[in-house]
């Protein structure tokens, strides 16, 4: 059985700063991607930032403004966010891509997601 305990949403005016973070429990043999969605309301959720092994993804609307980190040790999954804007609120979700012992092949987990509001 495998959690991802997410923490960090919050209430922001513009211009400011939120950190999420994304801890990954449970039985863990090995982690091949970790990331972001956001989902704002009556929009669909979209890519925010991905880790894979080796590469890092953003999406356009945040490049230079947030930034993706993990620890590996910690099956954590860090996203700082700078320079917030008003289309930034929206439910953020994080995921992993992750094998299980005993498992045959990566599966996608969830977090339960964490609201970010930016507001004047």
């Known amino acids: 059985q495998v959690q991802l305990v997410e923490s960090g949403g919050g209430l922001v005016q513009p211009g400011g700063s939120l950190r999420l973070s994304c801890a990954a429990a449970?039985?863990?043999?090995?982690?091949?991607?970790m990331g972001w969605y956001r989902q704002a309301p009556g929009k669909q959720r979209e890519l925010v930032a991905q880790s894979t092994s080796g590469s890092i993804h953003y999406a356009d609307s945040v490049k230079g403004r947030f930034t993706i980190s993990r620890d590996n040790a910690k099956n954590t999954v860090y996203l700082q966010m700078n320079s917030l804007k008003l289309e930034d609120t929206g439910v953020y979700y994080c995921y992993t891509d992750l094998k299980s012992y005993g498992g045959s092949r990566y599966v996608t987990y969830w977090g339960q997601g964490t609201q970010v509001t930016v507001s004047s």
């Open positions: 449970g039985s863990i043999l090995s982690i091949s991607a």
